[in-house]
């Protein structure tokens, strides 16, 4: 069955950069079509996408953050991995990863259970 | 502030049937497939509806989507306990680099 995990540190200080690791089992990123995308939710707010990558590295980030993101693919791992620069407290929020089955219907069909990452110093 | 737009809140008694509206503009609704999730308390998103209507398996025939130029709703018939949780609408945004939005939520209340 498809499952996601995501990993990285629960806390973080101002102005360090955060990685992320997506470690996922049950379907290929080698597949045509499929993605793997990183949704934030701060406490007590809403969903905000963050980026996404494509089973061809084509790679599409959020237009108000993307000078701070990168998202890359390890496919032999199966591991997508995020790292944001300049975190800010601003920034404390769950991260989840999600699994993009197709380009055209781009629903986030499976999520992994997040993990929250708390900036502070 | 979320580029789709949601009702905050929504709130029904068991048995009713409650919509929930999602507005947004011509270069994501209006041009691209809408998706609605299921957020319950504690927990990861769940995917509801996706496609404007379609249930994935094991989503009860209960939820029901629909589009309509620039807007989308999710409509929750038959409502239960178990329905109350925060619902999200979300598409694909053409304009700049593109983009996937979300709505801000809305947090259904069973009475």
């Known amino acids: 069955q498809v499952t996601l995990r995501e990993s990285g540190p629960a806390l973080v200080k101002p102005t360090q950069t955060l990685t992320l690791t997506c470690t996922f089992s049950g379907f290929s990123l080698s597949t045509s079509g499929m993605c793997v995308s990183w949704v934030r939710q701060p406490p007590g707010k809403a969903l905000e996408w963050l980026a996404l990558i494509d089973w061809d590295d084509d790679k599409y980030y959020s237009t108000s953050l993307k000078t701070r993101l990168t998202i890359s693919k390890d496919t032999s791992k199966n591991q997508v991995v995020l790292t944001m620069t300049n975190m800010d407290p601003v920034d404390t929020a769950t991260y989840y990863c999600a699994r993009i089955r197709s380009v055209t219907t781009m629903d986030f069909d499976y999520w992994g259970q997040g993990t929250l990452v708390t900036v502070s110093s | 502030q979320s580029v789709l737009t949601q009702p905050p809140s929504a709130s029904g008694t068991p048995g009713q049937r409650v919509t929930i509206s999602c507005s947004g503009s011509?270069?994501?609704?209006?041009?691209?497939?809408v998706n609605w999730y299921q957020q319950l308390p504690g927990t990861a998103p769940k995917l509801l509806i996706y496609s404007n209507n379609q249930r994935p398996s094991g989503v009860p025939d209960r939820f029901s989507g629909s589009k309509s130029g620039t807007s989308a709703s999710l409509a929750i018939s038959g409502l239960q306990s178990e329905d109350e949780a925060d619902y999200y609408c979300?598409?694909?945004?053409?304009?700049?680099?593109?983009?996937?939005?979300f709505g801000g939520g809305t947090k259904l209340t069973v009475l």
């Open positions: 011509s270069s994501n609704i209006g041009s691209n497939t």
């Open positions: 979300a598409a694909w945004d053409d304009s700049l680099n593109g983009d996937v939005v």
